[in-house]
């Protein structure tokens, strides 16, 4: 879709959230009926990265919604990257989707799934919203503005110490053997440093909500996706959080890696104990390179 050339200050971004709310609640009631029926299961990337119809069906519907109340803005979703669609970040007003987040969860009838729609403007995350489908939560932030679930202000745990920390994580859909040990080695690593407990639910979007309401202290993970966390990480912010490198230095939307907690102490921390495991960047093409180098 062409560029719209519109700045974030011109945007009407409260507009813009109240649409992305609508639509999640619209996709969430689809999500919900879909959960607990049979579903036709293809595979992506491995046999583990899982793809239905209704994630499908989720996602034409979001993107269909959006563009014609705001036509000239793209977007990048899940399911349209699948399919073959560039994952490209520009400075154009860029909508992030993930049409259900949690979708091994799904396709087992596990109630842990979210819809994530996030928009970027000049590559700067401006707002998102989160959709706990299941439970019923909406959580919704935006820049400067504050994050909320269903109304109430969110805030993230004060917690500096490790040794204090309950951790979430994800393992993601790859299997190949030395990134599996990888995976498990770091989350060794952190039990070693005395963290109270890691834990794993299925949903990044939904584990970072987690983070942005001080549940736990922290979320890291190594093979998720811009559309995982563009959303969540305007949530987390908002809510006083961090959002970081796995290496320590500030968060790259489209490197597949991302320590948050609550505060930074924290978050430094836990980067402090990971050991990379490498994954191809999300914007990996030719076309994305050229873009970054200019
Ligand atoms: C996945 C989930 C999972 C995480 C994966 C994500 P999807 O998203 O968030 O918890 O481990 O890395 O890709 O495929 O269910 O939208």
Redesign the pocket.
């Known amino acids: 879709m062409a560029g719209s050339g519109e700045k974030g200050s011109e945007l009407p971004l409260q507009e813009c959230l109240q649409a992305a709310v609508q639509v999640a609640l619209d996709a969430g009631q689809i999500i919900r009926e879909a959960l607990r029926i049979e579903k036709r299961v293809q595979t992506k990337s491995s046999a583990a ?1 899982l793809v239905t119809e209704t994630d499908q069906l989720v996602e034409k519907l979001i993107i269909s919604t959006l563009h014609t109340k705001f036509p000239s803005h793209r977007f990048i979703g ?1 399911e349209s990257v699948a399919a073959g669609d560039k994952c490209i970040l520009t400075d154009d007003p860029t909508w992030i989707i ?1 049409p ?5 969860n799904f396709v087992h009838g596990a109630p842990v799934v979210a819809v994530s729609i996030g928009l970027a403007v000049n590559k700067e995350l401006e707002l998102g919203v989160i959709y706990n489908c299941v439970k019923e939560k909406l959580y919704t932030g935006r820049r400067g503005h504050g994050a909320f679930c269903n109304g109430e202000k969110l805030q993230a745990s004060k917690q500096q110490d490790i040794s204090k920390a309950l951790i979430l994580t ?4 790859i299997r190949e053997p030395t990134a599996v040990r990888m995976l498990f080695n770091n989350m060794e690593k952190l039990i070693s440093v005395q963290a109270h407990g890691i834990r794993i639910i ?4 939904l584990d970072l909500c987690h983070v942005a309401t001080g549940d736990v202290e922290a979320f890291y ?1 190594f ?3 811009c559309w ?1 966390m563009a959303a969540a990480a305007v949530i987390v912010r908002e809510a006083g959080g961090i959002l970081i490198d796995t290496a320590g230095g500030p968060l790259d939307l489209m490197s597949r890696r991302v320590v948050a907690a609550g505060t930074s102490q924290l978050a430094q921390r836990i980067a402090r104990e990971l050991e990379p495991v490498a994954y191809e960047r999300d914007d990996s093409t030719e076309e994305a390179i050229d873009s970054r180098s200019k």
Not at 100 to 104: E, P, Q, R
Not at 170 to 173: A, D, H, P, Q, V
């Open positions: 990265d899940e993930d259900i987040d949690g979708t091994c994800e393992l993601g859909s299925g949903s990044a979007a993970q093979g998720l996706h995982d």
